[in-house]
């Protein structure tokens, strides 16, 4: 039996970012069943001179393997050599590999149509991990041309071409339906051992933690179509609850307060009245903010309710049950089948202000002892322990050896 999956797309191994911890725990499921992993991921900031074979690690019992590629339009003429490295990859493990399963693509989509060709010629599963249908209203002009092409013809293989979906949410199962390809809803998995234990310490003021990028912030004109969370709106709710209940501080982390106010400036005076209840903490790293999510009363995470959210799965909602903190968010993409309102976490409807205020309102009046109560059911349930899953996956991978 052929026992080894790659992982290869656009991710930076194990947790770099949201990508590389969701195929980080995606691999501990392939673990778990006996399978060995190898992870083929990429970076924007490794010498782009280096072979893919001499970037090989061993990392918490994986190998893995970074491609260097920023995916802008000058990285088009690195594409023929990448794609003659990983191929070059694949057929020194090709009498082991039982499966390819790409997470999006670590260059452009010409890539994964070679990996795809591949999979045909020597009989191997070609899979699609689909986590995001991603607007594209930042950047230039002809960045933006580039990436809805790219985009577009990447979902188009995924679509008539892959022999099974690993879908994020039933919207991307739906959206990637066709023929009798196999599929599988897989909310992001955590590694339970990661996590810290959870903890709970009464205080005079709440503490509320958002952690994430909210929008690029690298300088790009930003589009609000184009936000990811609406920091924006968290910050004019908070603010409004403020001015009759001062008992909580909203701790933010992942981006300083130049940063947001490059993109939302309108925020300049309210941010300045606030300064002793929102506090910007800029970036920190990924098992630090486990420390400060467990540590928390509530994380706060306000989506828009549009193609974007309801398409993907908020990985910030999956670290805060996980950890142990009730979420307060959107009834966005399938969290109404995680989420049990009053029990682990609280929905906020942000198109009815008032509703929305006077909701907050409640939230934080709370007794310590039903907030203490919310927090040990978030982390007793094990929602996302990916250990929960292997018996669908299992059932997966035997669709799809049954069809081909």
Request: hydrophobic share 35%.
């Amino acid at each position: 039996m052929k026992k080894t999956i790659v992982y290869i797309g656009d991710f930076l191994f194990p947790h770099g970012n949201a990508g590389g911890q969701l195929v980080f725990a995606n691999g501990n499921v392939f673990k778990e069943m006996g399978y060995n992993v190898i992870f083929i991921g990429n970076s924007k900031t490794i010498d782009s001179n280096i072979k893919l074979s001499d970037t090989e690690k061993e990392i918490s019992g994986f190998k893995s393997y970074t491609i260097p590629f920023k995916k802008q339009i000058s990285d088009i003429k690195n594409i023929s050599k990448i794609n003659a490295q990983i191929i070059n990859l694949f057929n020194s493990y090709n009498d082991d590999i039982k499966a390819v399963i790409c997470y999006g693509s670590p260059t452009l989509a010409i890539t994964i149509l070679s990996i795809r060709n591949w999979c045909r010629k020597n009989n191997v599963p070609f899979i699609g991990n689909l986590v995001d249908i991603s607007a594209l209203s930042h950047g230039s002009i002809p960045n933006r041309i580039l990436k809805w092409t790219d985009k577009t013809f990447l979902r188009s293989i995924f679509k008539y071409s892959s022999d099974g979906v690993i879908a994020v949410s039933d919207y991307i199962k739906q959206y990637f339906e066709y023929g009798n390809k196999a599929m599988i809803i897989l909310p992001p998995l955590v590694v339970t051992e990661r996590l810290p234990q959870y903890i709970y310490n009464s205080r005079d003021k709440l503490n509320i933690v958002y952690a994430g990028i909210p929008f690029p912030v690298d300088g790009r004109k930003v589009d609000e179509s184009s936000y990811k969370d609406r920091l924006d709106i968290t910050i004019d709710l908070l603010g409004e609850v403020c001015r009759i209940n001062k008992k909580f501080t909203f701790n933010i982390y992942g981006i300083t307060k130049d940063e947001y106010l490059g993109v939302v400036g309108k925020h300049k005076q309210l941010l300045s009245e606030l300064s002793d209840t929102i506090l910007f903490h800029g970036n920190t790293k990924n098992e630090d903010v486990l420390r400060i999510i467990s540590n928390a009363d509530f994380t706060i995470n306000l989506r828009n309710v549009n193609r974007m959210t309801t398409a993907g799965f908020s990985t910030k909602f999956v670290e805060s049950i996980s950890c142990g903190t009730p979420a307060i968010t959107t009834n966005t993409s399938d969290l109404s089948k995680y989420l049990i309102d009053g029990k682990n976490g609280f929905f906020i409807n942000i198109d009815d202000r008032k509703e929305a205020v006077n909701k907050l309102q409640e939230i934080l009046n709370l007794n310590p002892e039903r907030i203490q109560q919310m927090k040990k059911q978030c982390y007793e349930s094990r929602l996302f322990d990916y250990r929960r899953y292997t018996d669908e996956m299992k059932q997966f991978l035997d669709c799809i050896t049954n069809n081909k």
